[in-house]
């Protein structure tokens, strides 16, 4: 039986090797037929940017690899709206389609889940 993940990804794109691990431990879920929803909160959002010029040497932009949660059926994408807001960012700014949740909602989308990965 399928259990529902949801993971929190809190971090920035650039922010160390956790929000790549973090992407590594969602495909891996998905790809065992686990029902896997995205929350993109805090700085988190930023992963979302389009356009963006990571500085790194052979660093590929982070978007690029999001490209991938599709093919593994991954498609509840949640932002949470304040965390956009308060960095700026608007949703026509995003690489992928996401559906907004408001802060005061999040906990009950965190409800709603058996596993609850924050990175």
Do not use: H
């Not at 993940?5 to 794109?13: A, D, E, K, T």
């Not at 790549?20 to 805090?42: G, N, P, R």
């Not at 356009?51 to 982070?62: E, V």
């Not at 949640?78 to 992928?96: D, H, I, P």
């Amino acid at each position: 039986m399928a259990k529902r993940f949801l993971f929190l990804l809190r971090r920035g794109p650039y922010d160390g090797l956790w929000t790549k691990e973090c992407l590594d431990m969602l495909l891996t879920a998905a790809a065992f037929d686990q029902q896997v929803t995205v929350l993109f909160s805090d700085d988190g959002v930023f992963q979302l940017m389009s356009g963006q010029r990571p500085r790194g040497a052979g660093q590929r932009p982070f978007a690029t690899f999001l490209g991938a949660l599709s093919f593994y059926d991954v498609d509840a994408l949640f932002v949470e709206m304040e965390s956009l807001q308060e960095r700026g960012l608007k949703v026509e700014q995003l690489v992928l389609p996401v559906q907004l949740v408001a802060r005061n909602d999040v906990a009950a989308l965190l409800d709603e889940q058996d596993v609850l990965v924050s990175c």
